[in-house]
């Protein structure tokens, strides 16, 4: 198994490499992207605010997350490799300089100079499942400090999308939900459901950088 998540980490690291060398082509705007965040701050510039599809969880938060992360998950759902509906069609609305100018915008969004403490240790079954998917390879010792920029932070993010992102990756086959990621797919698929969520309630109550910084459309 170690010899497979090796592997696998090394495809991932590939695969985050050409997208980023894409990506630097591009440089963001972060204030160019405040007349671009419509469509954003509806659900996102919301605390608290939920999705309902494919079931009810609160959505993520990205103020404060990684703008080379943020440019890659839109550029998935533009490509169809995620397919929720909602964001496939706010994805592709969006021109390759719209997506660089939201990510820079929102990697600097309500970003402070709190430091994030350790984190707490988890108990031994949630340790278990997260040595068995080597979860720190890619995020991190404390989930909030990926080894490469296009990895997500996910310490303190909400746990119920977590949970709801680490089943997507399970998910195959559908045109309206799902994540086709090779990497996390085989990492996801070790895994029972209720395994899932106690990693994902584990990494959500842990102090994190992101957060919701409340918007108004009426400004």
């Not at 204030?31 to 608290?48: F, T, V």
Request: charged residues 20%; positive net charge.
């Amino acid at each position: 198994m170690n010899k497979l998540l090796t592997s696998m980490f090394a495809l991932a690291v590939a695969s985050v490499t050409a997208i980023s060398v894409q990506a630097q082509e591009i440089k963001g705007d972060a204030k160019a992207a405040e007349q671009k965040i419509a469509m954003c701050i509806g659900c996102h510039g919301i605390k608290g605010y939920q999705a309902s599809f494919p079931e009810v969880y609160r959505v993520p938060m990205i103020s404060g997350q990684n703008a080379k992360y943020i440019s890659t998950a839109l550029n998935a759902y533009k490509k169809g490799d995620r397919k929720h509906p909602t964001m496939r069609g706010i994805s592709d609305s969006l021109s390759d300089q719209d997506i660089a100018d939201l990510a820079a915008y929102y990697e600097l969004h309500g970003k402070t100079e709190a430091v994030v403490a350790a984190p707490k240790a988890p108990d031994a079954k949630v340790a278990a499942l997260l040595q068995k998917g080597a979860c720190i390879s890619c995020h991190g010792d404390n989930f909030s400090k990926p080894v490469d920029p296009s990895y997500p932070k996910i310490a303190g993010q909400h746990k119920d999308y977590l949970f709801v992102a680490l089943k997507s990756y399970k998910v195959e086959n559908l045109s309206t939900w799902g994540r086709s990621n090779g990497v996390m797919g085989g990492i996801a698929k070790q895994f029972s459901n209720a395994e899932l969520k106690a990693m994902a309630a584990y990494i959500g109550s842990l102090e994190g950088d992101m957060k919701v910084v409340p918007q108004s459309k009426f400004r």
